[in-house]
């Protein structure tokens, strides 16, 4: 693996429209040298390695030996079969969300990781969203969680449900803001242009007493991308679009009477994708745990998995 002075050798599986992106990020970064890429059809491969000046593969398999770290940006389906083969030769990894398609296939790849002591981080990119992050400046206990998340159709992501296609999203924050066991999961969803669920609402119910009411569509006529969290000390509105929040809390005013402030919140200017690129490869040379670990992929994909298990009850029984 890389030391002080020594760059990264990267590489990037899957030069499609999120591994192209990956690829933008690293070529920013000083610590970097893209070494290989690798696409099942070699015009997208060739092209980009001809815009990095890097090799061109379509048996990722054949990167093994040229990388250090890898981005894998491929279809759901084919994540644990890549992970696997380059976590088993010791390269670290960043997968894009959700993690597998299998809780069988994430502890497979959580225990690989483990085992051969590899970087493991999973592509929850609105983890490092400016008003997410600045979210964490002023949220304590949330007792009441609102989430939308609608967009209109593509193609791009229909493999998968609209739970782990976009909630799945909401979910890793939920979990990483809610400490508390889950204790009840009401879901439903039906698919309407692919098929496969296209839109859901579910309601999730944590012991410490908090809900959350989190809905996700890939059918709307507009795109919506805002979570409320509502709690003892206020009121805070993400909008992980626009990248702004709107802190509200009660403070006691000069006459002693209660009344509602907003906060001032500093909410940054980054580019959410660089940002986790950059944590990626900052936990590859510092041998840092991730900033959202296999392990956190792996809490979100088994709530996700919970849901669908739940919607498939409810079919069942109409």
């Given amino acids: 693996m890389a030391t002080d002075g020594k760059k990264i050798r990267i590489g990037v599986v899957g030069i499609g429209h999120l591994g192209s992106y990956h690829l933008q990020k690293y070529a920013k970064i000083d610590h970097c040298e893209i070494t290989a890429v690798s696409d099942m059809q070699i015009e997208k491969a060739q092209k980009a390695a001809d815009l990095y000046s890097c090799r061109a593969f379509t048996d990722h398999r054949k990167m093994l030996g040229l990388v250090d770290a890898v981005s894998i940006a491929v279809p759901t389906g084919a994540h644990h079969a890549?992970?696997?083969?380059?976590?088993?030769?010791?390269?670290?990894?960043?997968?894009?969300?959700?993690?597998?398609?299998?809780?069988?296939?994430?502890?497979?790849?959580?225990?690989?990781?483990?085992?051969?002591?590899?970087?493991?981080?999973?592509?929850?990119?609105?983890?490092?969203?400016?008003?997410?992050?600045?979210?964490?400046?002023?949220?304590?206990?949330?007792?009441?969680?609102?989430?939308?998340?609608?967009?209109?159709?593509?193609?791009?992501?229909?493999?998968?449900?609209?739970?782990?296609?976009?909630?799945?999203?909401?979910?890793?924050?939920?979990?990483?803001?809610?400490?508390?066991?889950?204790?009840?999961?009401?879901?439903?969803?039906?698919?309407?242009?692919?098929?496969?669920?296209?839109?859901?609402?579910?309601?999730?119910?944590?012991?410490?007493?908090?809900?959350?009411?989190?809905?996700?569509?890939?059918?709307?006529?507009?795109?919506m991308q805002k979570l409320r969290f509502f709690g003892p000390e206020g009121y805070h509105a993400v909008d992980t679009r626009k990248r702004e929040i709107l802190s509200l809390n009660k403070s006691t005013g000069s006459?002693?009477?209660?009344?509602?402030?907003?906060?001032?919140?500093?909410?940054?200017?980054?580019?959410?994708?660089?940002?986790?690129?950059?944590?990626?490869?900052?936990?590859v040379l510092t041998r840092s745990r991730p900033a959202v670990s296999g392990e956190d992929g792996r809490k979100s994909l088994a709530l996700a998995m919970e849901i669908l298990q739940k919607m498939k009850t409810h079919e069942d029984i109409q």
């Fill in 255 to 283: 006459d002693g009477k209660q009344q509602i402030v907003q906060n001032n919140i500093e909410v940054g200017s980054h580019d959410p994708l660089e940002e986790e690129v950059r944590a990626f490869v900052g936990s």
């Fill in 82 to 223: 890549v992970a696997r083969d380059f976590l088993s030769a010791g390269v670290d990894v960043l997968i894009e969300k959700p993690l597998c398609a299998t809780l069988e296939e994430a502890d497979e790849l959580l225990a690989l990781a483990e085992k051969n002591s590899c970087i493991f981080q999973v592509g929850f990119v609105e983890r490092f969203n400016p008003a997410v992050m600045a979210l964490e400046q002023v949220i304590t206990r949330p007792v009441f969680i609102e989430v939308h998340r609608l967009h209109p159709f593509f193609e791009r992501g229909t493999d998968v449900d609209v739970i782990l296609d976009l909630m799945i999203h909401d979910l890793d924050i939920i979990l990483k803001f809610v400490h508390s066991p889950l204790t009840s999961v009401e879901a439903v969803g039906v698919p309407v242009l692919s098929d496969k669920i296209d839109i859901s609402n579910v309601r999730l119910s944590f012991a410490c007493g908090c809900i959350a009411n989190v809905t996700a569509s890939r059918i709307s006529a507009k795109t």
